[in-house]
């Protein structure tokens, strides 16, 4: 999951917002554990036992990583609520108070 | 561009990628932008503090 | 506020409707409209301006959706970054690739990792046909030689026909160091 440009936190989800931030956080140390874990394998530095608690602890992660997603509201993969989940709140740069949902006569 | 591509491709590059302005990521709290970050700058620092174990 | 798609070199023909602001030796290409709201079309639309530019040279694809009060001011304050940048891409596309996620969750903590390291293997051999890879968790972005995207997209299909490859994009995942 890649994140929106702005997080515009508000009452009713504030949670929403920071939490794909620390998904996503999570996910990229996960990543760099799991690289390093298959180093380790390839230079033969690990026991087959130590493999599979390796790699059952980074599937209960992945698994409980999934359930966080899904508390969070951010495993939708609806074509409209990826793009809003994405781009969240008015774009970078738009001046506040103006409606970037307008169209644009010029498209 | 070819017939593979999907949704993820397309926000993965125009959103979540390209020369940003303001810093990556900007922290808003009802509206009132507070933070910016670069999240680069985030990533980079977690790869070089994730020194690698040494393997024998 | 005017909106920004692009930085390219200076001496970039506007495309139509469009126009071009230079300063400190760099160009950006410029619409004179708001952002619009994010809709699948609209990254299109941005999409096609940036990939229009990538065919008549080095182009360093703007974030979807980047306004700016003074865009000469972008290019002065930045100049060092984004020359660099575009030197870094000058020749070259943005290929992805992408795996089909297995349909079957792995049976055993070492299944698990046997897959993850399959990935990295393939990650590591594309790697070395590009001049700069980044790794995703779920996709991977390189940077190849014009020349050398066939070469690339043979070598995708050889590694493993489950990967899917898409491009050329706009060098949007290398647009930093």
């Known amino acids: 999951m890649t994140l929106p440009a702005r997080i515009n936190t508000d009452p009713e989800h504030v949670e929403r917002g920071l939490a794909g931030l620390v998904v996503m956080l999570i996910d990229l140390v996960r990543e760099l554990m799991e690289r390093q874990a298959v180093r380790r394998i390839e230079g033969g530095s690990l026991s087959a036992e130590e493999i599979e608690r390796l790699g059952t602890t980074f599937m209960k992660l992945e698994r409980r990583m999934e359930e966080l997603r899904r508390e969070f509201g951010l495993d939708d993969d609806d074509e409209e609520d990826l793009l809003h989940a994405f781009a969240a709140g008015p774009l970078p740069g738009t001046p506040a108070g103006t409606d970037p949902r307008r169209p644009l006569s010029e498209w | 561009m070819n017939d593979d591509v999907a949704l993820v491709d397309l926000l993965d590059r125009l959103l979540g990628g390209g020369v940003v302005i303001h810093g990556d990521i900007t922290l808003a709290v009802a509206d009132i932008d507070l933070v910016h970050i670069s999240l680069r700058a985030v990533l980079a620092s977690v790869e070089a503090l994730t020194c690698p174990t040494s393997t024998p | ?177």
Do not use: I, Q
Not at chain 3, 62 to 72: A, I, K, N, Q
Not at chain 3, 79 to 108: F, I, M, N, Q
Not at chain 3, 148 to 176: H, I, K, M, N
């Open chain 3, 1 to 177: 506020m005017p909106y920004v798609y692009a930085v390219t070199e200076p001496g970039t023909p506007a495309p139509p409707g469009l126009r071009v602001v230079e300063a400190a030796g760099l160009a950006a290409v410029v619409g004179d409209h708001d952002a619009p709201a994010p809709s699948v079309d609209a990254l299109w639309r941005h999409e096609r301006v940036v990939e229009g530019l990538m065919e008549r040279g080095p182009v360093l694809p703007m974030r979807f959706g980047s306004t700016t009060h003074d865009v000469g001011a972008l290019l002065e304050e930045r100049h060092a970054e984004l020359t660099t940048a575009l030197e870094r891409v000058r020749g070259a596309v943005e290929l992805g690739v992408r795996a089909t996620p297995d349909p079957e969750p792995a049976a055993s903590g070492t299944e698990y990792l046997m897959r993850r390291a399959r990935t990295e293997r393939a990650h590591a051999a594309l790697a070395e046909f590009a001049r700069a890879s980044v790794a995703r968790p779920h996709a991977g972005a390189y940077l190849v030689d014009r020349d050398a995207v066939d070469a690339f997209r043979a070598r995708v299909r050889e590694l493993d026909e489950r990967l899917t490859c898409t491009g050329p994009w706009p060098p949007y995942s290398f647009v930093a160091a």
